[in-house]
């Protein structure tokens, strides 16, 4: 629902892999910087993964080299590529288009639950 359309939670034993995805309609996609977010048991929401326009991607310390961001132009989609998931990825994930202190959109988040 909304202009932000998440999907690909679900979920999966510890070490397999997710792939999330975002789409955006053209005026949030076109935003200086997309991301996603997650909300985990017993943590404020905190930032998982930033891509801006540049190219430029900045991670979560405890998902470098398990995760990577990633969009494709064409199909104004940003995605999650999630592998060697661990229990303590279980959360809700939400997407993020922002620029400035004027812009700020939230998809509606995807449950990921990793069991042991």
């Known amino acids: 629902q909304g202009p932000l359309v998440e999907s690909g939670g679900g979920l999966v034993q510890t070490g397999g892999s997710l792939r999330l995805s975002c789409a955006a309609s053209?005026?949030?996609?076109?935003?200086?910087?997309a991301g996603w977010y997650r909300r985990v048991p017993g943590k404020q929401r905190e930032m998982v993964a930033t891509?801006?326009?540049?190219?430029?991607?900045n991670y979560l310390a405890s998902v470098k080299g398990r995760f990577t961001i990633s969009k494709d132009n064409a199909k104004r989609t940003i995605y999650l590529q999630m592998s060697s998931l661990e229990p303590e990825d279980t959360g809700v994930y939400y997407c993020?288009?922002?620029?400035?202190?004027?812009?700020?959109?939230w998809g509606q988040g995807t449950q990921v639950t990793v069991i042991s």
């Open positions: 993020r288009f922002q620029e400035g202190l004027s812009y700020d959109w």
């Open positions: 053209e005026n949030i996609f076109r935003l200086n910087l």
């Open positions: 891509l801006n326009r540049g190219g430029t991607t």
